[in-house]
Each structure stands twice: as structure tokens, then as C-alpha cells.
């Protein structure tokens, strides 16, 4: 008897209690969060353009591209950080540079960031980072690019080859002139010689 009011008494206790507790439990962790800083992403909207050039590039290289910041959040000119980075697929930041802008209602800067020499090929991400204290605010954007091997400049290739054309043209120019002078020289001599011979026979 004892036993089954024991167990009436605990499922009574687990079923009126636990969800209480439960309800407590998270309202707490509700009102601890909601005191910390937030930074609401609504004020902004911004965007990256990589071009098409760029989205694969070799190490050491510099990036370049344009960001597009519109502010929603006031009409009037405020203070904005922007950070730029380069992160790798382990959220390993490679390459950082920041500066702080005034804008109003909306914006572009055109912006390049160098690439480290050791970076080994693969897939890469380009992320901006925009902070305002004023209007209490952070938001980011990303794009992913590619890091390839060492690119061979086929211009440079085709100018390469055009001077050790060039160079090859005159070398064999100037053997043609040398031989021609030399047929030349010859047929003056055998032409003087038979005038020669030709006289004192007479």
C-alpha cells in the first residue's frame, strides 16, 4: 500500500512540477539573454561584388572587389566600421583590414585585400563586416572565391616568344648577308682571275 502511494506521490509531483520547473528553467534563460548586447541586422543591407577575374586567384595575389552598403535605419549620416577579411574553410582569418565610413542613405567602395604568399589552393571566403555603435547594429556579408596554382601569364608567354622570334630573325638575317657577301666576293675574284688569265693568253 505503502508502495503505490509512494509512486502516486512521485507521478503526481513530475506531472504538477516538472513543467513548471520547465517554464521557470527557460524564462530565466530568456531574460539573461535579452540583457546582453544585441546588434539588430535590419538597419542594414550589404552586399559584396567579386568579379568574375577574381574569383579565382593564386597566392600572393591582391584581391579586388566593390561593397554595397544601404542604410534602412536612419536618414541621417552615421559612423560605420567595416572589416575585411579572408577565412579559410576552418574559420582561420588569413588576412584582416578594417576602416571606419560616414554614409547616409546608401553606399559603394571599391576595396582590395592581398592574399598571404603561403596559402595553399583551394576554396576560400570573403567576408565584410559591418559595425554601428550609433545605431547599435553589426551585419555581415560573404562570397567564396578559389585559390588556384600559380597562374603561367600567357601574355608574357606570347612576348616571349615574339623576342626570341625577332631575335632568331635577325640571326639568321645577318648569317644570309655574311654568306651572300662572301658568293659575292668569290665571284669577284674568279672574275678578276679569268680577266686575268684571259690577258695574258692574248
Known amino acids: ?19 513548471l520547473a520547465f517554464l521557470f528553467f527557460f524564462s530565466f534563460l530568456f531574460l539573461s539573454l535579452s540583457s546582453l548586447p544585441t546588434f539588430a541586422q535590419g538597419n542594414f543591407n550589404v552586399n559584396i561584388n567579386l568579379p568574375h577575374s577574381y574569383e579565382s ?20 549620416r552615421v559612423d560605420i566600421n567595416l572589416k575585411y577579411e579572408i577565412i579559410d574553410s576552418n574559420e582561420l582569418v588569413l588576412s584582416s583590414k578594417s576602416q571606419t565610413v560616414a554614409i547616409e542613405t546608401q553606399a559603394s567602395f571599391v576595396e582590395t585585400i592581398l592574399l598571404p604568399k603561403d596559402v595553399r589552393p583551394g576554396k576560400y571566403f570573403l567576408k565584410v563586416t559591418l559595425r554601428s555603435e550609433e545605431l547599435n547594429s553589426e551585419i ?36 644570309v648577308i655574311t654568306k651572300l657577301r662572301h658568293l659575292l666576293r668569290k665571284a669577284v675574284i674568279r672574275r678578276e682571275v679569268h680577266r686575268i688569265v684571259k690577258k695574258k693568253m692574248q
Request: aromatic content about 22%; overall charge positive.
Open 57 to 76: 586567384v593564386s597566392a600572393g595575389e591582391a584581391i579586388y572587389f566593390t561593397t554595397k552598403i544601404v542604410n534602412l535605419g536612419s536618414k541621417n
Open 1 to 19: 500500500m505503502k508502495g503505490k502511494f509512494f509512486s502516486f506521490f512521485m507521478s503526481f509531483f513530475f506531472i504538477s512540477f516538472f513543467p
Open 140 to 175: 555581415y556579408s560573404q562570397t567564396t572565391f578559389n585559390v588556384v596554382s600559380k597562374k603561367i601569364n600567357t601574355q608574357t608567354i606570347k612576348e616571349i616568344y615574339i623576342s626570341l622570334g625577332v631575335i632568331l630573325s635577325i640571326f639568321i638575317l645577318l648569317y
